[in-house]
């Protein structure tokens, strides 16, 4: 688990590398569905935090010349991501979008705790971070990405992630300007589909840049309490320019209140 690689984030505690036991366990092949969310939707009535807090987080490229020019007043602290007004799960670029010809795309505006009520709801849990990446790596040990080293094999994208000049220009050389349906692309060898790119799914763990120094290499699980929660696979906003965290070992957080466009999540479950 973790990496020595170079290219990586030291700050963000990704090393050193080191043999770590994960207990058996399932997970899921795929993030969770917009239609999979919406059916827990209508079965419990939950509302996510970011209908709650009446706002989320929109990458600029993707929402209308309406919504750009609604939020334009409004300082943004990160200029391509726009505070919008009534965006959340159901209507993920604001009030004038809409999921019907996204059913099998991951859903997204999800907050940790969000996560948390659908897992309650299905009887699941969220993987923790060893469980992700030893899943993710599908028996690949000490590769760059789910499926070897090189980012594009053959000249072959195998992940949806930002194409071009972040955040000005995205090509979609992959195939997509925003999410990938959840199959999209070759799965790893485990069966697991889009662990590199997509989305972002949140772990179980609280986040430290000190995982590695002090979690067990047994069934490692941070359950030191901080202010955020672990979050693991980059999304399609990833760039090597930028965020080049779509490598197996990358880590990254969020405050567990906080939903965005890029953010979703992936279930496990004990044997």
């Known amino acids: 688990m ?7 984030f030291p700050a963000d505690g990704e090393g050193p590398s080191r043999e770590v036991e994960v207990g058996p366990f399932r997970i899921a092949a795929h993030a969770v569905t917009n239609a999979q969310f919406a059916r827990f939707v209508e079965a419990t009535g939950y509302v996510t935090e970011a209908e709650r807090f009446g706002w989320s987080y929109v990458f600029h490229l993707l929402a209308s010349e309406e919504t750009r020019q609604a939020v334009a007043e ?8 726009l505070t919008v007004h009534g965006a959340y799960w159901a209507r993920p670029e604001g009030p004038d979008s809409h999921i019907e010809d996204r059913a099998d795309h991951p859903v997204v505006h999800i907050s940790w705790h969000d996560a948390m009520a659908y897992c309650d709801y ?4 969220l993987p923790t971070e060893a469980e992700w990446e030893f899943a993710a ?3 690949l040990a000490g590769r760059r ?3 070897g080293d090189e980012l594009k094999q053959d000249g072959i994208h195998h992940c949806n992630i930002w194409q071009g ?3 000005i220009k995205n090509s979609a050389s992959d195939g997509y300007v925003g999410t990938a349906p959840v199959d999209a692309f070759p799965p790893n060898g485990y ?6 790119g997509n989305v972002w799914e949140w772990c179980a763990d609280y986040w430290s840049p000190a995982y590695h120094r002090e979690t067990s290499a047994v069934r490692p699980y941070y359950s030191r309490p901080t202010d955020r929660r672990s979050m693991r696979g980059g999304s399609y906003l ?6 080049n965290r779509y490598r197996v070992a990358a880590r990254s957080s969020n405050t567990p209140d906080s939903s965005t466009g890029n953010c979703g999540f992936r279930v496990a479950a004990d044997c």
């Open 145 to 147: 990405y789910p499926w």
């Open 2 to 8: 973790g990496t020595d690689d170079p290219d990586g």
């Open 122 to 125: 299905a009887g699941v849990r």
């Open 165 to 167: 000049r972040f955040p």
């Open 137 to 139: 790596r599908g028996g």
């Open 238 to 243: 990833c760039h090597r320019s930028y965020c």
């Open 74 to 81: 409004v300082p943004q602290q990160t200029p391509w991501w």
């Open 191 to 196: 069966g697991l589909y889009n662990v590199a």
